[in-house]
C-alpha cells in the first residue's frame, strides 16, 4: 500500500495495482480501476515514485 494525501488533509492508504491512471490538472487525479477518482496533494512524480518504491520493496523480499 501507499499513503497519499487527500485534498482535505486525510492521509489514505491506496493498492497501487488499482491505480489505472494519474493526471495534473493541474490537481492531481488519481483513477482506479474500481473507476474512483481520488484527488491528492502529491504530484504525479511523486505518486509514480511510491509506487516504485512499493514494487521494489515487494520483489526485494
Do not use: C, H, W
Not at 490537481?27 to 502529491?42: A, H, Y
Amino acid at each position: 500500500m501507499i499513503e497519499i494525501t487527500k485534498m482535505n488533509g486525510q492521509k489514505v492508504l491506496i493498492n497501487p495495482d488499482l491505480i489505472e491512471t494519474v493526471e495534473e490538472t493541474p490537481d492531481t487525479v488519481m483513477t482506479l480501476t474500481t473507476g474512483r477518482k481520488i484527488i491528492v496533494k502529491e504530484s504525479r512524480q511523486e505518486v509514480k515514485n511510491l509506487v516504485k518504491l512499493y514494487r521494489k520493496d515487494i520483489f526485494a523480499d
